[in-house]
């Protein structure tokens, strides 16, 4: 059963970190690329950052270039998304999603990925 697993939400002040995980299960990360989401009440689901199967190239939304960074650690099955100098606007449940191979478009496009994890709450405020 392919399952998908996010944590490492919470609160935090603005300015702080988190790191979130996504924790796949079910089949080997390896093979898919990852997408980072994170969706505000009454907001669209919003593409956050991508890194890819076959060479972990990463791509950033503008609006959090610079102060997130993914990765992945295929021996862990895991991929993460570090998030620095959080703010207000950044709170969000933040979901994780799996496309098998690599995307060579839409790779903050949530329609582009197969598999969701339940999402983590996110909320930044002091």
């Known amino acids: 059963q392919v399952q998908l697993v996010e944590s490492g939400g919470g609160l935090v002040q603005p300015g702080g970190s988190l790191r979130l995980s996504c924790a796949a299960s079910?089949?080997?990360?390896?093979?898919?690329?990852i997408g980072w989401f994170r969706q505000a009440p009454g907001k669209e689901r919003e593409g956050v950052s991508y890194?890819?199967?076959?060479?972990?190239?990463?791509h950033y939304a503008d609006s959090v270039k610079g102060r997130f960074t993914i990765s992945r650690d295929n021996a862990k099955n895991t991929v993460y998304l570090q998030m620095n100098s959080l703010k207000p606007e950044d709170a969000s449940i933040y979901y994780c999603?799996?496309?098998?191979?690599?995307?060579?478009?839409?790779?903050?496009?949530?329609?582009?990925?197969?598999?969701w994890g339940q999402g983590t709450q996110v909320t930044v405020a002091s």
């Open positions: 999603a799996a496309a098998r191979g690599q995307l060579r478009w839409g790779m903050l496009i949530a329609t582009r990925y197969n598999y």
């Open positions: 079910g089949f080997a990360l390896d093979y898919y690329s």
């Open positions: 890194i890819s199967s076959s060479d972990s190239s990463t």
